[in-house]
């Protein structure tokens, strides 16, 4: 693989697995670095890729895979640590008067869902994959695939069981 193969490659997959990074970090610039690795180990371990399957699929999964060892990382839970003090400050001198988007609700509430939940709904919704991809994104079995949405569904629907939703208002 030449340069310009990579780079073909990168502008095809770089905005899918940075939603995927995303959605695990849940940290724009944290998901810019996964990705910017993910593509840098890809192009220096090219030879271990076998064309079994599609590219996707395996940059995908090797985005799964960073982005989990970014949340087991010490650097990640330092920054949450100071996140959570800078925001506990912010929150003070909001006037709890600002108005949110329905679609920005679901995300937030998509992304305050556990991880084991968050990741099948993510990948199923918003990277239209289908359940078995999804179980070999994440190396899982079909069964807990479908467990995890179920349950991802539920607690969505829990969450978000007490809005006035205005789209149904209006028609």
């Known amino acids: ?18 939603r995927i990074a995303y959605c695990y970090v849940m940290d724009l610039h944290a998901a810019e670095d996964i990705v910017q690795e993910v593509f840098i180990k890809f192009y220096r ?10 590219i996707k699929a395996y940059l995908a999964k090797m985005t799964v895979n960073r982005s989990k060892d970014y949340l087991r990382s010490w650097n990640y839970r330092k920054v949450q640590l100071q996140s959570k003090f800078s925001l506990h ?3 003070r001198n909001l006037d709890g008067l600002v108005m949110r988007d329905e679609q920005q609700m679901i995300g937030e509430a998509i992304l305050a869902l556990p ?4 990741e099948v709904l993510v990948h199923f919704y918003f990277n239209e994959m289908t359940i078995a991809e999804i179980a070999n994104t994440v190396s899982i079995p079909e069964s807990t ?22 789209v149904l208002l209006n028609e």
């Open 1 to 18: 693989m030449n340069r310009d193969d990579l780079i073909e490659i990168m502008d095809q997959h770089t905005e899918h697995l940075l």
């Open 45 to 54: 371990n090219q030879h271990n890729y076998e064309e079994r399957g599609e």
């Open 89 to 91: 400050a912010e929150r």
């Open 115 to 118: 991880l084991k939940q968050r």
């Open 145 to 166: 695939v479908k467990t995890r949405l179920t349950r991802g569904r539920e607690l969505l629907r829990n969450e978000l069981s007490g809005i006035v939703w205005e």
